[in-house]
């Protein structure tokens, strides 16, 4: 077994129970152990490197397994605090080779998860596309009622009677939207058009954020 091993004095063997090899009556067993500090799981195959190739003949290479951490399991159960029962609790059982204490090993595996999420938590700025954008401005004549477009009173009763009041709400309609109007014929529409133009507008045009907050109807 492990405890058979005559460490040097700076070694301890934290696992003397674990088994080395079966050995007949009277058979022998000496041998070198050389040690070495790694991380996790380490493969025979992968640890045949150039550095190792001048190694004494009879020598074996192992598979090495660095984590002192033998098993890890976690199971959620219900939990009751008070009159509260709606609560869970997380247990977790972590077993180890003697390395290191199952409890220093749950610690250690959380500073890692957070210095690991850190990265998250000091993201600075927001990508452009992501920021709040600024509200469009208004051309203030399109705050303006239909009335001040001086039109015939055919015409500006019809855009009234379809909610027409200003000049924003006049320019997102369509030629075909305003000849469904009522009473609102060719010759009222090319009017209309005519006026829009001689102030660099025109029908079918869009806007954003229309109509703009505190708007009321006249």
């Not at 984590?67 to 009751?80: G, I, K, Q």
Request: net charge negative.
């Amino acid at each position: 077994t492990a405890g058979d091993i005559e460490p040097m004095h700076d070694v301890e063997i934290v696992n003397p129970d674990h088994v080395i090899a079966h050995l007949a009556a009277g058979g022998k067993l000496d041998m070198q152990i050389k040690v070495e500090q790694g991380r996790g799981y380490l493969a025979a195959t992968t640890r045949k490197t150039a550095g190792e190739e001048g190694r004494p003949v009879g020598s074996i290479l192992l598979d090495a397994s660095f984590t002192p951490v033998r098993r890890v399991s976690y199971a959620v159960e219900a939990a009751r605090v008070e009159q509260r029962t709606d609560l869970d609790k997380l247990v977790i059982d972590v077993e180890t080779n003697g390395a290191i204490d199952p409890e220093e090993a749950v610690r250690y595996a959380a500073r890692i998860l957070v210095e690991q999420l850190s990265v998250f938590a000091d993201l600075k700025g927001m990508p452009a596309a992501l920021e709040e954008k600024k509200p469009t401005q208004i051309d203030p004549i399109l705050l303006r009622p239909v009335d001040d477009l001086e039109l015939t009173v055919r015409s500006a009763n019809c855009l009234k009677a379809e909610n027409i009041y200003y000049i924003g709400d006049l320019i997102q309609r369509t030629e075909t939207e305003l000849l469904k109007t009522p009473n609102l014929g060719r010759k009222s529409l090319n009017e209309i058009k005519e006026v829009l133009a001689s102030r660099g507008l025109t029908l079918g045009m869009k806007l954003e954020n229309w109509p703009p907050a505190g708007l009321e109807k006249v």
